[in-house]
DNA sequence: TTGTGCTGCTTTTTT
DNA sequence: AGCAGCACAA
């Protein structure tokens, strides 16, 4: 074996071979955190550790691939496979579903994503008569999940005065019941939300002596990345469980503690050694990732925030570039700016596009550049909010799968009960629901017995109903004999799924039938790799807790630019980055300027999102952007004029036009600061250049479509005499602009639109 | 019961 | 601009 502890700087080595007691790394960005964690394993196992003894805890399911990767380069497969390792949530779901039975929950109990949980607190509110308004089920759920991460119960919450008193406050008077009604229905589903694997894991811990011993006996050694982000119930259950041995590694960087949002407290870090008796601290200051402009600018920035450790980043590397600052007047300009930059750097042979990542405060400003990227032929890459996963028609049929496992999962049901259309329409399902909900059954228990609804439900209705029940007792049976990929077949033929979604010949459409496709191939794949257990069960498992990102592995093509917001890109580093939209309001969030927490968390963000650039790094921001429908115009952001202007690079303010100013203090406030730097060539005139207004469409785009009809290419049209046909081409101007029409029946026809009467079909 | 078209809301970030 | 939820019609 090679000494890996060579490849370490004396503090990382250090770090890596302190096994006596309990430690804390503060790893500032880009200072081989992954690597001293993977290595600090390595130590272990050949300190005599055996593989099963040792915990690791990450907060993606890709950070825990990318240890594993990395240590099969240094310790035998074997004993990777028979660590610990995975996100919070993945471990302890699967320690519940080995010890869950004590607390009544079957090891078959279904995970509730947050779609899953908000449909359900969504079904209370309406169940319980409340307003929708009043009781909006995103923000109930939060506060539902806030308690949970706090380990308030309803219980708890019910004698806790302040928090009644809160909610009374903001008129949600109604907040404890529903959630007692939630926690209640979760039971009864035998679910668990996210909150609820880690809850239930520290009911377990706390209530069953024998199994916390067992734990604590098992866990010899524990490590946790990303320390500064876990929250109250993570970090309990990191304490009860490392309390025998104290043998505990902890990792992280309050300078990256971006997720207070979810529960995380920065004081979990920052209090760390108050709660670790005899705490050896060691600090990763060396960045080895980026230049040092943009490790000062980063310092420059972070500085500004009073709540942090004391820890100075700096790095050996070269200065490099200065950091590339750019102010447009539109989200369009700014998109267009970003694709040529990409196209020019690709054309000299600087950077493959897989070295350029643009990161972006929310995920709705992805369009705009999806648009533009695609406009010029660059390939790129979106990890989106929503998991490939969550998406609709994928839920449809994992709800199938869910339902065979678990037939209490009622969220599955309502789910499926009528897809495909078998005539089982919301009324109906609104009878069994009250059904079920007065008699303390689940929904399944109730369509078991739908003959005694015979009073209220037609005959029709229930011998739909029948149907279902044998099908999906049908496909139950079927699961004993079938592995996941035959299953899921099963269901899609039987279900008629696939033959409904093929008939669906539009482009969304033929798009979903692509992503039901690409669902049975990743079932495949499972079932072809699985080295164990390749049951359909261990199948959900993992997707309810994946993320988008955790679905590139199998790409062949990698050779795309990425785009991410900032949140998603922490862990990850690239040659070159566009931190685009940095406006007041977008980043910093609006949400978040009014208080000085938030407000600290938002620069973090942003320290992040610096940090993650190796060598060249724009950052650009549009003077008006495109929002709700409307043109909105932001001043740059605060951000701005915290970095030390001698990392930055004032650009050339592109055709700035004050028509899109209402605040022009401000704007000018930021012209100022262009100006104060040299590079900046006679700010006055380009600034006081003034353009017509007509940002958003361009000619190529005014040619296809007809202002007066609105008729537009693409679209489905029904002529009196011709029938049904699409536009194919729109020429000439009003009043005699000319549409071709490709009809069904009739075939090519060009009509005049001032004659022709052509209306619009979906 | 299903389909359609209108209204009003949304966007902060995610395991 | 896009979408969910809802009212109303077929």
């Keep these: 074996m090679q000494n890996y502890l060579n490849e370490l700087n004396p503090i990382q080595a250090d770090a890596v071979k302190y096994l006596d007691g309990p430690s804390l790394i503060i790893a500032g960005a880009g200072s081989g955190k992954t690597r001293v964690l993977t290595y600090k394993i390595v130590h272990l196992l050949n300190s005599g550790y055996k593989p099963s003894n040792i915990l690791a805890l990450t907060f993606t399911n890709k950070a825990a691939r990318e240890m594993q990767t990395r240590m099969k380069m240094l310790a035998n ?22 010890e869950g039975q004590v607390m009544g929950f079957p090891s078959t109990f279904t995970i509730y994503d947050a779609d899953d949980a908000k449909r359900e607190i969504k079904d209370i509110i309406k169940e319980k008569k409340l307003d929708p308004q009043q009781y909006p089920a995103n923000e109930i759920y939060s506060r539902i999940s806030k308690a949970k991460n706090n380990l308030v119960l309803p219980s708890s919450y019910e004698k806790n005065y302040e928090l009644q008193k809160f909610d009374s406050s903001i008129k949600r008077p109604e907040t404890l019941a529903i959630y007692k009604s939630y926690y209640n229905r979760c039971r009864k589903a035998q679910a668990m ?89 060691f600090k990763l200051e060396q960045n080895y990732r980026s230049t040092k402009n943009i490790v000062n600018a980063a310092n420059s920035l972070i500085e500004k925030n009073v709540n942090r450790l004391k820890k100075v980043v700096f790095t050996e590397n070269e200065v490099g570039d200065k950091i590339y600052l750019k102010q447009f007047v539109d989200d369009k300009k700014e998109a267009y700016f970003v694709g ?7 054309l000299n042979n600087e950077f493959d596009y897989s070295d350029i990542a643009i990161l972006y405060r929310t995920n709705s400003q992805s369009r705009t550049f ?63 629901i009250n059904v079920a909900n007065s008699n303390e059954l689940n929904i399944w228990d109730v369509l078991l017995q739908i003959e005694k609804l015979s009073k209220i439900l037609s005959v029709r209705v229930i011998n739909a ?66 080295d164990d257990d390749r049951s359909i069960t261990k199948f959900l498992e993992e997707i309810a807790l ?41 980043f910093p969030s609006y949400l978040s300027t009014s208080n000085d927490r938030e407000l600290e968390e938002e620069r973090r963000l942003m320290y992040v999102a610096i940090t993650r650039c190796e060598k060249i790094l724009h950052i650009t921001s549009a003077a008006s952007r495109m929002k709700w429908g409307k043109y909105t115009s932001a001043a740059p952001s605060r ?18 036009n004050d028509d899109f100013f209402e605040n022009k203090e401000e704007f000018n406030n930021f012209a100022d600061r262009i100006r104060a730097t040299k590079s900046y060539p006679k700010p006055e005139e380009k600034v006081l250049k003034k353009i017509k207004p007509e940002p958003t469409k361009n000619i190529e785009q005014s040619r296809q479509i007809d202002k007066k009809t609105g008729l537009e290419v693409g679209m489905k049209v029904e002529h009196t005499k011709f029938g049904r046909g699409k536009i194919i081409e729109i020429i000439g101007n009003f009043p005699n602009t000319k549409a071709i029409v490709n009809f069904e029946q009739a075939g090519q026809k060009t009509l005049l639109l001032k004659f022709a009467k052509l209306t619009i079909i979906k």
């Design 465 to 530: 109903i029948r149907k279902f029940v044998n099908l999906i007792d049908y496909l139950t049976e079927e699961m004993q004999k079938l592995d996941a990929f035959e299953l899921v077949n099963l269901v899609l033929e039987k279900t008629t799924i696939k033959q409904v979604m093929s008939n669906d010949t539009t482009t969304e459409g033929v798009n979903k039938y692509q992503n039901v496709e690409e669902f049975t191939n990743a079932v495949r794949d499972f079932t072809d790799n699985a």
């Design 77 to 98: 497969e074997g004993d990777i496979n028979k660590l610990w390792i995975g996100t919070f949530h993945s471990i302890f779901a699967k320690l519940l579903r080995i």
């Design 546 to 586: 994946a993320t988008d990102q955790d679905k590139e592995a199998d790409d062949q093509d990698n050779n795309k630019v990425t785009m991410m917001t900032v949140h998603a890109s922490k862990g990850l580093e690239f040659k070159k980055v566009y931190i685009v939209g940095m406006e007041e309001g977008l």
């Design 193 to 281: 939300d996210f909150d609820d694997l880690l809850l239930n894991t520290n009911i377990l811990l706390r209530d069953y002596p024998d199994i916390l011993d067992k734990y604590q006996n098992l866990f010899k050694y524990i490590l946790v990345d990303e320390y500064q982000d876990t929250n109250v119930s993570q970090y309990i259950i990191v304490k009860r469980l490392s309390a025998l041995h104290k043998k505990i590694c902890v990792v992280g960087d309050d300078s990256q503690s971006i997720y207070s949002f979810r529960g995380a407290k920065i004081e979990n870090i920052l209090n760390f050694e108050k709660d670790f008796k005899n705490l050896k601290t």
């Design 639 to 656: 951000f701005l004029t915290e970095i030390n202007p001698k990392y930055l690079e004032m650009g050339v303010v592109e055709e700035k």
């Design 370 to 432: 999806e648009e533009v990227l695609r406009r010029k032929s660059i390939p790129y890459k979106i990890y989106g909010s929503i998991s490939f996963y969550q998406r609709a028609e994928i839920k449809d049929i994992v709800a199938y799968l869910r339902l065979i496992i678990n037939k209490r999962d009622d969220q599955a049901i309502k789910r499926i009960i009528n897809y495909p259309k078998r005539a089982i329409g919301n009324t109906t399902m609104q009878k069994i």
């Design 340 to 346: 040529d930059s990409i196209k020019k750097y690709k």
